[in-house]
């Protein structure tokens, strides 16, 4: 699986938009960019996933570099809900096999402040 | 959004009990189940795999004598951690999926502690 780099750590105040970014130069053309967020003692929760075009929905927006080696998670307003582990994770769907299992990395841990 | 209940959410047992976990999903049908297996301040570790109505395919170093894995339905998956013992010890994550281009939804995890 091609491989994601994040920062170890953010940090960001509350209600202001949050940036976080995911590098992944040796991503292929089937890779899917997939975003998923772990709160301390919870299960990982989806957040957002996208292939080219930059994408939206009510919790966040990805925004995906032209030449797609990189990508970025966008909190608009930060509450300290957000507080959490951010996972970048790519996701081949090419192919044969029927699993396409999702493989996490360390995350970028996102601290909010009041 | 899709839901998925884990259950039991904490275990405290005896070493040498084996204990099981079930993972459901709510309101969807769950044609993939994945479980993880997370230490304090690591990241989560794909344990196996299953497809309903198939033998989970396991990754490798996990033994799958020890940890046995049902999904006999679309809605049902369980883990059974058989004769634990300390080393055990983790917080156990399910997830499922419905078609192959859907996101993964996850429990909430049940945390294991063998005595």
């Known amino acids: 699986d091609a491989k994601t780099t994040q920062p170890n750590s953010m940090e960001s105040n509350e209600e202001e938009p949050v940036h976080l970014p995911c590098n992944h130069s040796?991503?292929?053309?089937?890779?899917?960019i997939h975003w998923y967020r772990q709160l301390p003692s919870q299960g990982p929760e989806y957040v957002i996933h996208?292939?080219?075009s930059n994408v939206n929905n009510r919790m966040a927006s990805l925004a995906i570099a032209e030449d797609r080696k990189s990508s970025t998670l966008i909190l608009h307003r930060a509450t300290l809900r957000d507080a959490a582990v951010y996972y970048c994770?790519?996701?081949?769907?090419?192919?044969?096999?029927?699993?396409?299992?999702?493989?996490f990395g360390k995350g970028t841990l996102l601290t909010v402040n009041p | 959004g899709a839901v998925v209940s884990q259950h039991p959410s904490r275990v405290i047992c005896k070493s040498g009990t084996s204990v099981k976990i079930e993972c459901r999903s709510l309101?969807?049908?769950?044609?993939?189940m994945f479980w993880y297996r997370q230490f304090p301040k690591q990241s989560l570790m794909l344990m196996a795999t299953s497809n309903e109505g198939s033998k989970a395919t396991y990754e490798q170093g996990v033994e799958k004598d020890k940890f046995l894995i049902n999904h006999a339905s679309l809605t049902l998956s369980t883990l059974t951690v058989t004769s634990a013992h300390p080393e055990d010890s983790s917080f156990y994550i399910c997830s499922a999926r419905g078609q192959i281009n859907q996101p993964q939804h996850f429990g909430d995890g049940t945390r294991l502690s063998i005595l």
């Open positions: 309101d969807f049908q769950a044609t993939t």
């Open positions: 040796t991503i292929s053309g089937t890779d899917y």
């Open positions: 996208g292939l080219t």
């Open positions: 994770i790519l996701r081949d769907i090419s192919g044969g096999g029927s699993n396409y299992k999702l493989t």
